[in-house]
């Protein structure tokens, strides 16, 4: 079946406009995905910071630091300081397993080995923590323990350019 050229033109310019149209809902689509996922972000994040601050001794500390350790790219910088004296009065005044201290110190390590090189701090007191720590683990003793110390090292020593 052959169509007149007015059909032709016709069939071509909807099929343009419905294009178009799929293009713009599939922005609109992208769009509220991102708002989504960045509200989504900011919830969890507000999780972290209060239970650092009100209650640093919860169970559930290690897989919060591991998060704020995986994420640490997407925290706003602003919120970097606070977030080390946070962690850096965790790690003084808390008593807290050899574990908890490791993703401590691994968190702040990924912390100040992105973004965070801009701010002023001197690692050492870290550090201390760190080689202090290290006299405790066993590591035949528990595989789990020597993945955290893997991980805090390759943050230590691989990553910073200052050693």
Known sequence: MSLSKKE????????????????TRAEENKQTKLYKLTE???????????VLKNDPTSKVLSVILEGLAEFAHVINIDFFSDLIDVLNRILEEM???????????????????????????DPIRFYQHFYKNLLTVDAGKNHE???????????????DDEI
Do not use: P
Request: aromatic share 10%; with cysteine; hydrophobic share 40%.
């Open 40 to 50: 989504i972000t900011k919830m969890v994040f507000t999780i972290y910071f209060r």
């Open 95 to 121: 008593d807290l397993g050899y574990r908890e201290q490791l993703h401590c110190i691994k968190t702040i390590f990924v912390i100040l080995s992105g973004q965070g090189e801009v701010l002023n701090i």
């Open 8 to 23: 032709r033109k016709r069939r071509k310019k909807l099929a343009e406009v419905n294009r178009e149209l799929d293009e």
């Open 145 to 159: 323990d020597f993945r955290i110390i893997l991980g805090t090292l390759d943050e230590v020593w691989l990553k």
